[in-house]
């Protein structure tokens, strides 16, 4: 993991020099990432590090070798540009080999274990313009898919694949990283995704329940390793995806618009009032910015209202024989329920009994 973290730092500073000799746009996300990246060597829960260890003093580069093997084979069907020293899996002496390719968009597969699920389609239209109007600025990751030559895997970038086709382009441009694992194409896409403008609390939920059903992970604590994100905050997550599918439909209109503090409280009040109520309130929240104390602060007039309801005081008559025994209750409540239990074991006595009460209260039949 440490050793990923180096070389994906590497990748990282080799991208953005690579993009600002093609474009005159700060890569503000890259170089977020990098920065979180070498500060947390160690993981994103590892403390960060105080300084860099010092670097040793910039030579003249290195003519970048020839693509060979596996990377060659996987970027037959795309237009490559090799930028030196970076791969995967590089020792971290930095000796291997990063491309920016130009790939088929029908080659392009979405990452199957991609942190993100919901896509505004107001934003594909709003970047499918620029990329009419400007091209596409920011090349995307990507990784070979195991067993299918010429075809990838998206890491990131699944933003710009959309608002390139709906803006009719055939191809985009990738930087390629070689021998990323499965819990890597989570890794690489939350991070980058929430160094740039952070998960949707759902889209954290969906595909957190994916890496637990799918075994890639055991248990939940893993996914606070893997992510930084607190064990608490994690178990919350999980627990939006048992609200009902008509509320989770109500979230997905703006999955931004409902955070992890609200989305639990609905959860909570799902369980005070049930399914419509909760669909009516997340659908308050996306159309009126209900904030996260505005949503707590209805789930508590909802459980105060329970909790508060009077308690019904009730009243209980003994009935006994002539000799003092015990025969049964006659029990009353305030909101006018009446309760008689009483055991008569001679019959003609018990049948009289039953004659007057049905008399009393016009019962018919037998």
């Keep these: ?97 990063r491309r920016l390719e130009r790939i088929p968009l029908a080659c392009l597969l979405d990452n199957p274990l991609n942190a993100r699920r919901i896509y505004d389609p107001e934003v594909v239209q709003d970047r499918a313009a620029s990329i009419a109007t400007h091209g596409q600025k920011t090349p995307g990751l990507a990784t070979p898919v195991p067993g299918r030559a010429g075809y990838y895997y998206l890491i990131d970038g699944h933003y710009r694949k959309r608002a390139l086709l709906a803006a009719n382009k055939t191809e985009m441009e990738c930087f390629v990283e070689i021998d990323v694992g499965d819990l890597d194409l989570y890794r690489l896409s939350f991070l980058l995704n929430e160094q740039r403008s952070g998960q949707s609390a759902l889209d954290n939920a969906i595909a957190w329940r994916q890496l637990i059903d799918e075994n890639k992970i055991s248990k939940e604590e893993e996914i606070s390793e893997l992510t930084g994100i607190s064990a608490g905050t994690v178990s919350k997550t999980l627990a939006l995806l048992r609200l009902p599918d008509s509320v989770l439909d109500v979230m997905k209109e703006k999955p931004a618009a409902i955070g992890i503090a609200a989305g639990y409280e609905l959860t909570l009040y799902f369980k005070l009032k049930g399914e419509e109520p909760t669909r009516e309130l997340a659908q308050r929240i996306v159309n009126d910015g209900l904030s996260s104390r505005e949503v707590e602060a209805i789930r508590r007039q909802a459980q105060e209202g329970r909790t508060r309801k009077v308690k019904e005081i009730s009243r209980q008559y003994k009935i006994r024989s002539e000799q003092g025994e015990v025969l049964g209750t006659i029990k009353e409540w305030d909101s006018g329920r009446v309760v008689l239990d009483i055991h008569v074991a001679e019959r003609g006595a018990r049948t009289e009994l039953v004659s007057a009460l049905k008399a009393r209260f016009a019962v018919d039949g037998s």
């Design 1 to 97: 993991m440490a050793t990923k973290a180096k070389n994906l730092k590497a990748g990282m500073l080799a991208g953005m020099v690579a993009e600002k000799s093609r474009a005159t746009e700060p890569l503000d996300r890259f170089a977020r990432a990098e920065q979180v990246i070498v500060e947390r060597p160690g993981g994103l829960l590892a403390p960060p590090v105080a300084a860099l260890a010092p670097q040793a003093p910039a030579s003249a580069p290195a003519q970048p070798p020839a693509a060979t093997g596996a990377d060659s084979r996987a970027g037959a069907a795309s237009t490559s540009v090799v930028t030196a020293g970076f791969s995967a899996e590089s020792p971290a002496s930095g000796t291997g080999t």
